[in-house]
């Protein structure tokens, strides 16, 4: 591709998705603030630069989300590294993300942090991000009908959670009624 149509197609995807792109590393990477969401989003779109001829045509979306995911991956265990080596320095505060979870429905967090990773993984891209299987395969480096298997699977084992004897209140037949 020449460099001209290149930079054009990268300027598109940029403006296209950038946006989404950001609120799906904000949403997942807990805690984090809008410079690391900012920084990661600069990761993907280096890697979307780097690698523009390979990116399937109508696909941008789910491709940057799986970049978006692996860089999540990195990110998480950079983190996870740094806070075992400063836990014994760290003063206790409760944090601010603790307490927007307590506003949220509690049932629901509960549940989906009780899921595995990659159950949790295919219902945030299919409930937040809007993906469906075609983009879900992409976005997850499976085949189509994997990622419809693994959506379908991981929507049961969700509410088989939400309708378990823990949760008797409205709001979790609710929330799983809108899966």
Known sequence: MADQGREERFTRLV???GDAVYRYLRRRHAGADATDAEDLLADVMTVA????????EGMEAPWLFGVAKHRLSNARRRSSR????????????????????AVADL???EAL????DKEREVLTLSAWEGLGPAELAVALGVSVNAAAVRLSKAKT??????DGPASESPAAVTTSTQL
């Open 157 to 162: 084992h969700l509410l088989a959670m939400l």
């Open 113 to 116: 942090s009780r899921l595995g």
């Open 49 to 56: 630069w780097r690698k523009i001829d390979e990116i399937p």
């Open 107 to 109: 049932e629901l967090i």
């Open 15 to 17: 403006a296209e998705n």
């Open 82 to 101: 740094r806070d075992r080596i400063s836990a014994p320095i760290r003063p206790t505060t409760s944090s601010p993300a603790a307490e927007d979870e």
